[in-house]
Nanobody, 118 residues
Framework: QVQLVESGGGLVQPGGSLRLSCAAPGNIFRISAMGWYRQAPGKQRDLVATITSDGTTNYTDSVKGRFTISRDNPKNTVYLQMNSLKPEETAVYFC????????????WGQGTQVTVSS
């Protein structure tokens, strides 16, 4: 079982910023992609952003220009810088790590709560 360690969630006012981080164990190799998803109460889990091993990024349209995903490959860590946060972005944010390039295995973090409220 691969345990992903997430941190950085919390309460922030509308327009504020948060930075999430997620670290995978150092003995995990062949990570092809890392990313963040979010799930609001009563809703499905949706993609926020992903980044591949070569640095190619993908964002859901609603966060483009405000969120930035990055990764530190030697540390097996992915970050999500979130700026200009909106109340509707209140959700549990989950880290996702994909291991393998042909046969892929998905691993999920336990989730970190982000609350955007005044």
């Amino acid at each position: 079982q691969v345990q992903l360690v997430e941190s950085g969630g919390g309460l922030v006012q509308p327009g504020g910023s948060l930075r999430l981080s997620c670290a995978a164990p150092g003995n995990i190799f062949r990570i092809s992609a890392m990313g963040w998803y979010r799930q609001a109460p009563g809703k499905q889990r949706d993609l926020v952003a992903t980044i591949t091993s070569d640095g190619t990024t993908n964002y859901t349209d609603s966060v483009k220009g405000r969120f930035t995903i990055s990764r530190d490959n030697p540390k097996n860590t992915v970050y999500l810088q979130m700026n200009s946060l909106k109340p509707e972005e209140t959700a549990v944010y989950f880290c996702n790590v994909v291991v393998g390039h042909i046969l892929r295995t998905n691993y999920w973090g336990q989730g970190t709560q982000v609350t955007v409220s005044s």
